[in-house]
C-alpha cells in the first residue's frame, strides 16, 4: 500500500511507514512545502480510535520506527514521528458525523471565505488550491475579534479536511467567497469579520449573524450563513427543548416535561431518575446500547414515544399565549437589529441565493391576532405554526428530533430534544 504524497518527507521512511500502517489507511490534513509538520489523518469509529491508536503504535515499536506520544491532536491524542527533517503527526479522526462536524462543516462555509476575502483572494482554480491558501493565511488574516477565536480558527483550518463534507462545503465556501466580492463590487467593504463566539465591538452577542461586514462608508451587515441543495430546507433556527422553555419562562412546566418524560419513558425502562446525571450517564449509555442489540423493535418504541410527548408538550406551550408567542419568534427567529441588519444566504453546490423567510415572518408579525400550532399527520418529528391575520396566514415549518451523535442520541439525549425552524411552508 502506498499513501498519499507528502511534500519533502524522505521517501524511504515512507515506504517502511506505509507498509507498516496496513490495513488502516491515512490521508493528508495539513501539508505544505514551507510546512516544517505534516498531519496524517487515521479514520475510525468514535469508540475505536483509541484502539487503533495503540495498534499502530504497537506495530511502529515492533518495526523500529521511533515515535512519540502527543495529547495533541483531538480527544485521542496522536503519534508523532519524523520522515528525514519532516515532523509527522497523525491524528485519529472518527469516520464521519456527530456534532463536532456539524461544527466544522459550518465554520468551512463561514471562515474561508472571510480568510480568502482578507487576504484579496477572488476565486480558486480547485479546492486543493483553496485549501492550501488557507493553510499558508489563516494565522494572518485579519478576520477574528479576539484571540481566542484565532486560534480556534487555526485548529478549524487544519481540522477541515476531517470532514466528511470536505468537498462539498468547499464549494460552497467558493460560493460565499462570490458573494462577498459581488457586494465589495457594490458597496465597499473594509472588513469582514468571522463571528464565531464574539461579534464586533457594538454588536449584540445574540445577532444571528456568522460573518459581519463593515463598509467603508460606516454601516454593518450580518450575514446568516446555510448550505445544502439548491430546494432543501435549513434550519434556521437552532435550538433546544432545554432553552426553549427557559426563553419562553416556563419553568414549572419544563419540570412537569422532565418528570412526565421519565415517568413515561425512562422510569418504565427501570432507570433512576437522575439517569442523566454525571454520575449515572455511563450505567445509563450501557443500558441503552443493550437495549438497542437486543430488542432494537422495543427500543425505537420507546424513543417515538419520547417524541411524541416532547413533541405535544412544545405545541401546547406555543398555544398558551399569543403574546408570548410572537415575542419568543421575533427575540429568537427573526432576531432583528436595527443598527446591524441581517441578511441569509443560502450557498449550494458553488453557487448562492437570498433567502427571505426571516423578512416574511417579519413583515406579517405584527399583524397577527392568532396562533394555531399543530403536528405533522404524516411525521413523527414535524410540527407546524399556523400565524393568521385575518385572512392571511404564514405557516412556520417546525421539527423536534434527536441530533446527538451516537450513543448520545435519542433515548440518552432525554427530553432534551433539538428544536428547528426549517422555512415557511
Known amino acids: 500500500m502506498s499513501g498519499p504524497k507528502i511534500k519533502g518527507a524522505d521517501a524511504a521512511e515512507k515506504s517502511l511507514f506505509d507498509a507498516v500502517i ?7 490534513g495539513k501539508d505544505t512545502t514551507a510546512a516544517s509538520m505534516a498531519v496524517l489523518i487515521v479514520r475510525a469509529p468514535k469508540d475505536d480510535r483509541a484502539r487503533v491508536k495503540s495498534d499502530l503504535e504497537s506495530k511502529l515499536k515492533i518495526s523500529g520506527i521511533s515515535f512519540t506520544k502527543s495529547t495533541k491532536g483531538g480527544g485521542t491524542g496522536s503519534t508523532e514521528l519524523k520522515f528525514g527533517n519532516k515532523k509527522i503527526r497523525v491524528t485519529y479522526k472518527p469516520t464521519s458525523g456527530g456534532m463536532s462536524e456539524t461544527t466544522l462543516n459550518a465554520t468551512i462555509t463561514e471562515l ?6 482578507m487576504q484579496g483572494k477572488r476565486s480558486f482554480l480547485n479546492i486543493t488550491q483553496y485549501y492550501e491558501f488557507l493553510v499558508e493565511n489563516a494565522s494572518g488574516a485579519d478576520v477574528y475579534v479576539v484571540p481566542r477565536d484565532k486560534t480556534a480558527g487555526i485548529n478549524f483550518v487544519e481540522s477541515m479536511p476531517n470532514s466528511s463534507k470536505f468537498k462539498d462545503k468547499m464549494e460552497n465556501a467558493m460560493a460565499i467567497l462570490d458573494y462577498l466580492w459581488t457586494v465589495h463590487d457594490e458597496t465597499p467593504i473594509k472588513k469582514v469579520y468571522w463571528g464565531y463566539r464574539a461579534k464586533p465591538t457594538g454588536i449584540n452577542g445574540n445577532h444571528k ?5 463593515e463598509f467603508e462608508n460606516g454601516n454593518w451587515l450580518g450575514i446568516s450563513l446555510k448550505a445544502g441543495g439548491a430546494n432543501t430546507a435549513e434550519p434556521q433556527l437552532n435550538t433546544y427543548v432545554n432553552k426553549m422553555y427557559d426563553d419562553f419562562g416556563r419553568r414549572v412546566e419544563k419540570t412537569k416535561l422532565i418528570n412526565k418524560v421519565h415517568k413515561k419513558i425512562h422510569g418504565v425502562l427501570g432507570l433512576p431518575k437522575d439517569w442523566n446525571s454525571r454520575t449515572n450517564m455511563t450505567t445509563s449509555i450501557n443500558f441503552f446500547e443493550n437495549l438497542k442489540v437486543n430488542d432494537i423493535d422495543k427500543y425505537e418504541s420507546f424513543y417515538d414515544d419520547m417524541l411524541e410527548i416532547c413533541r405535544d408538550a412544545i405545541i401546547d406551550q406555543i398555544n398558551s399565549s ?5 415575542k419568543y419568534i421575533k427575540s429568537q427567529v427573526i432576531k432583528k437589529d436595527e443598527k446591524v441588519p441581517l441578511v441569509v444566504i443560502k450557498a449550494f453546490g458553488k453557487q ?18 392568532s396562533v394555531n400550532a399543530y403536528k405533522s399527520r404524516t411525521s413523527k418529528q414535524t410540527w407546524h405554526i399556523d400565524l393568521i391575520a385575518g385572512s392571511e396566514k404564514l405557516t412556520m415549518n417546525m421539527s423536534v428530533r434527536s ?3 451516537q450513543p448520545n442520541n435519542k433515548l440518552a439525549q432525554g427530553f432534551n ?3 428547528k425552524f426549517n422555512g415557511l411552508d
Open 322 to 326: 399569543l403574546k408570548d408567542t410572537l
Open 112 to 117: 474561508a471565505p472571510s480568510i480568502a476575502f
Open 22 to 28: 496496513d490495513p488502516y489507511t491515512y490521508t493528508i
Open 417 to 419: 430534544l433539538a428544536v
Open 352 to 369: 448562492y441565493k437570498y433567502v427571505t423567510d426571516e423578512d416574511a415572518l417579519e413583515t406579517h408579525i405584527p399583524k397577527v391576532d
Open 403 to 405: 441530533n446527538k451523535s
Open 209 to 213: 449573524g456568522d460573518c459581519f461586514l
